[in-house]
Nanobody, 122 residues
Framework: VQLQAFGGGLVQPGGSLTLSCAVS????????VGWFRQAPGKERERVSC????????YYADSMEGRSTISRDNAKKTVYLQMNSLKHEDTAVYHC????????????????WGQGTQVTVSS
């Protein structure tokens, strides 16, 4: 399984950004894709997840109401649209696969992309 995350960049506070995660070698429709982020000196945390089987979604409290995760079955790509970005959203964002979004811990995610940097700064 290979994942490629891209779409990060520099954005001003209050701005928006959409991240993409292209997945290959993966049985689409059977597994979940989660987005994690890791800021310097902090633990890696899951911010959102989508089950490719039924499209059900999950959000961390920190991103609830400010982000939307979606999937394109034909392109085998998962998107994370983030709005009203804050300084504290600055982190490296990774996508990863798991059996189900019911799993929160990074230890339950098997395959990881290389990460894309998101910097929120004026």
């Amino acid at each position: 399984v290979q994942l490629q995350a891209f779409g990060g960049g520099l954005v001003q506070p209050g701005g928006s950004l959409t991240l993409s995660c292209a997945v290959s070698g993966f049985t689409w429709g059977y597994y979940a894709v989660g987005w994690f982020r890791q800021a310097p000196g902090k633990e890696r945390e899951r911010v959102s997840c989508i089950n490719t089987s039924d499209g059900s979604t999950y959000y961390a409290d920190s991103m609830e109401g400010r982000s939307t995760i979606s999937r394109d079955n034909a392109k085998k790509t998962v998107y994370l649209q983030m709005n009203s970005l804050k300084h504290e959203d600055t982190a490296v964002y990774h996508c990863a696969t798991s059996i189900s979004c019911s799993y929160y811990s990074r230890d339950e995610y098997d395959d990881w992309g290389q990460g894309t940097q998101v910097t929120v700064s004026s």
